[in-house]
Structure formats: structure tokens, C-alpha cells
């Protein structure tokens, strides 16, 4: 475990050869990568990006891109929602305390790290160095899970795992729940990546 901070340029999902020397982590990252297609406007420097979410299932994630980052929107079911409140004994960090302003924007402080309970925004890269996690929605025992996971995200790479609002569990290599970026709701379908201060 390590409580070394890692900067922002270790962050990027762009450096797979963070994972190059873990068991599996190529193999994961490699199909992620050659699946993303970066949008035009998603390339220029800082655009917030527009999704629309109307059609996302209850159970369902969708990525975005923002910034050459995938930004995860998941639509949580009201079980994954209920499933938040039990966890907090086992969270490295439950209540986003660590580094709020680099990881949760004030409007993301609650158990859920959320604007809407059942909808999660998150980078989907590892705070540790840089992997991108995989989905485990399933609960229940499997490989590398406890068995009474309630589902959440897996880090091939080294083992980190993570529950359905991104808090990072502990003794794991993540020193920080994965980041909220800052996003705003235009209206009741539509969310906006990457800012949080239009009307
Ligand atoms: S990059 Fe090491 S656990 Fe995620």
C-alpha cells in the first residue's frame, strides 16, 4: 500500500505502461484503447462535452471523453444505491475527506459522490498509476472479489477495487476514490462534461 501522491501526468489512461509490468493489465487495457474513438470535439483542449443520457439503463454505463480522458456515466439501480451505506467500514475514504478538491467537487460530497443519487460520474482512470478499471456490476464472489462484493470496478492492474461511487476500498494500491470530474445537468437527459458553472 502507498500513500504517495501521484501526480497529475501519472494519471493519464494514456500510459498503459503503467500496467505493462502487472499480470493481465495489457491485456485489458489494449482492447479499451483500440475501441476509443476520440470525438472532434472531445480534441480540443478543454472542451466540456455534452452527453445525453436518455438512454441509459438502470444497471448501464456509458464513456465520454473529456480531455483524451474516459469519463464513466453510470445509472446506478436503486439496490447499488442501497448498497452504498454498508461500505463505509471497508472504504479507504467514504466520505471523499482526502484531497476533496482535486477529486470531488463540493457538489459530489455525499455517499453517492453524485449530483443525482442514481447518476455516477467518474474519470475512469485508477488513482493509482493510471490503469482503467473494469466494470464488476455482478455481486457476489469471483476471481480477485470478496465474497460479499456488492459490485463496483476492479483495477486490473494491481488489484484495486472500487464500489459504484468510485470510493476506493481499503489496503489497496489507489491512494484516492476515482475522480468526479466537474459536470452540470442542461437539462433533464442532457449532461455537460468538463463544467460546472454555465447556468
Ligand atoms: S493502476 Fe495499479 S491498481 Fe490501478
Redesign the pocket.
Known amino acids: 500500500m502507498s500513500d504517495t501522491p501521484i501526480d497529475s501526468s501519472k494519471r493519464t489512461w494514456l500510459i498503459a505502461s503503467?500496467?505493462a509490468g502487472?499480470v493481465g493489465?495489457v491485456a485489458t487495457a489494449v482492447p479499451f484503447v483500440s475501441t476509443f474513438q476520440p470525438s472532434e470535439k472531445a480534441k480540443a483542449a478543454g472542451a466540456a462535452v455534452e452527453v445525453d443520457i436518455s438512454a441509459l439503463k438502470p444497471g448501464e454505463k456509458m464513456t465520454a471523453e473529456w480531455r483524451g480522458k474516459p469519463v464513466w456515466i453510470v445509472r446506478r439501480t436503486p439496490e447499488q444505491l442501497a448498497d452504498l451505506s454498508g461500505l463505509n467500514d471497508q472504504l479507504a475514504d467514504p466520505k471523499s475527506e482526502r484531497k476533496p478538491d482535486e477529486f470531488t467537487p463540493a457538489y459530489a460530497r455525499n455517499e453517492g459522490r453524485s449530483i443525482k443519487p442514481e447518476i455516477f460520474v467518474a474519470v475512469g482512470i485508477?488513482?493509482?498509476?493510471?490503469?482503467s478499471?473494469s466494470d464488476k456490476f455482478t455481486p457476489g464472489a469471483q476471481p480477485s472479489l470478496p465474497a460479499d462484493w456488492k459490485g463496483g470496478f476492479l483495477?486490473?492492474?494491481?488489484?484495486?477495487t472500487f464500489d459504484m461511487a468510485g470510493r476506493v476500498f481499503k489496503n489497496?494500491?489507489?491512494p484516492d476514490n476515482l475522480e468526479v470530474p466537474p459536470h452540470m445537468y442542461l437539462s433533464e437527459t442532457k449532461l455537460l462534461i468538463g463544467d460546472d458553472k454555465k447556468a
Open positions: 503503467g500496467c502487472a493489465g485508477c488513482t493509482h498509476l493510471g490503469c478499471p483495477c486490473p492492474c494491481h488489484g484495486s489497496k494500491p489507489a
